[in-house]
Structure formats: structure tokens, C-alpha cells
């Protein structure tokens, strides 16, 4: 395990060393991790940003698209997979059979029709097609919280019902704070998924104010001329930082809502 933890975490480590490297020497040097000369200016360069533009923008406009979409994800998906765990319908198995079969889709396939589609709405250069999707649920999502539901005894619903709830009371008094556990787990896949997406942005965002992190780092590469590469180091060094932060506040939540029961002692 020692092993293969140092392989996994090669890469990581070239990437910060080189990120107090000089920008000529990243990859003359690629073989040493630790600089001979530690140039932390590199962080201060890549912070300025383009055109005026600095990195506090990007990381603004990427927290306000994972956030949002984030929480519109969880919370369609929970609601979703409450109906199709506890919640008799016609056509149920149908539409429970069509919403895997998306997950089956590359995501190649969806792409072009997708953009079609959303520069009908005149939604190219907004956030809308990168946030609006996700308020209709997330398929692995779906699937996820709705296995961790039907670990719920049934009579919890029935006796809420003699107390008087209806469906949606049994929804938000019963079973949200049952399922938290597996919404916390959809909640940092999906944090991580988005603040990584670089596909999205780079086909509906063309103004450079609004990119996120993912597509600002892209930037820093220009064959017209010389790359910063010290610069765009550092500032990928930095947008790892709110990954390990959600990493390690929420890591529990992950075993808790893969391995765990809805019910706890």
C-alpha cells in the first residue's frame, strides 16, 4: 500500500515542486521534485491572472457554479429517488429502466445535440447550461440515495402516516434526516466532479470574466508564445486546496453512505 500511495503521489508532488521552479527549467529539471532555487513568485504572477482578469474571478465564478449545481443535484436527486423507492406510480420500473440506461451514455454522444439544444434557448455565454441540469437529478445520484432508502424500514412511513404526514412530510421529516449520510457522499462526488468539468465550460463559455478554474488554467498554454508553466503550476496547486479542504471535513460521509444502513443505534 506504501507503494503504490508513493506512485499515486508522484505526480502531485511534481506538480508543487514544479510550481517553485522556474518556468525555463520545469521540464529541463523534470526529473528533480525539489527545486534547486524556490521561486515562490510564481504564485503571485499566476494570481494576477489575463487581460486584467485575476484568479480570485476564476475561483468566484467556479464556486458559484459548483455550489449551486451541487445542491440542485443532491436535492432533485433525493427527491427522485424517494419516488422510485417508496412511492408506487405507473410505468415505474419503465422510467427506472430509461434513467439507468443514461448512465450507460458517453458523454460524447449527448454532447452535440445537448449544444443544440441550449443555443436554441440563447443560452451560450450563461451559467444555465452547466446549473440548470443538475435540478433534474443525477442518474448515480439517483441510484445511490435510493439504495440507501430502501434500507429504511417501511413501518417508519406507516407510522408517520397514523401521525397524521403525508407524502411529503414522510419525505422531509422521515427520510431526509435518515439519508443524510448518502447525500453528504452525492454531495462531495459532485462537488469534485464539477470543479473538474473542463468540457462544459469550454463549449458554452466565451467570455473569459466568467470561466472557472478548470478552463482560466487553460490560458496559461499559448503556442503563439512563451508558457508561464511555473505560474500555471502554482495556480493548480491552488485549486487543489478546496478539494483536499471537502476531501477531509466530509471523508466519513463517504464510508457512511456507500457501506452504512439509513438506520443508526
Known sequence: MIVFTLIMLYPLAW????????????????????????????????????????FSTFFMNSFVIVI????????SSTFIAFGFARINFVGKKLWFVCMMLTMMLPYEM????????????????????????????????????????????TELD?????????????????ICPLVVPAMMTAAIFSFYWRWDDFMGPLLYLTTPAKYPVSL???????PNSVTNWGAMFAMSTISLIPIFIIFFIFQRYIVDGISTSGLKS
Open 68 to 75: 449551486i449545481s451541487t445542491i440542485g443535484s443532491v436535492l
Open 110 to 153: 449527448v454532447m452535440i445535440p445537448q449544444y443544440i439544444m441550449f443555443n436554441g434557448f440563447g443560452w451560450i455565454d450563461t451559467y444555465l447550461p452547466l446549473i440548470l441540469p443538475t435540478f433534474f437529478g443525477a442518474p448515480f445520484f439517483i441510484f445511490l440515495i435510493m439504495q440507501f432508502i430502501r434500507t429504511i424500514p
Open 158 to 174: 406507516q407510522a408517520a402516516k397514523i401521525d397524521g404526514c403525508g407524502t411529503f412530510g414522510i419525505f422531509f421529516r422521515i
Open 15 to 54: 506538480m508543487v515542486g514544479s510550481s517553485l521552479k522556474e518556468s525555463s527549467s520545469v521540464f529541463i529539471d523534470a526529473h528533480k521534485i525539489i527545486p534547486d532555487v524556490f521561486r515562490f513568485e510564481n504564485y503571485i504572477e499566476g494570481w494576477k491572472g489575463f487581460g486584467g482578469i485575476t
Open 216 to 222: 482560466a488554467l487553460k490560458l496559461f498554454s499559448d
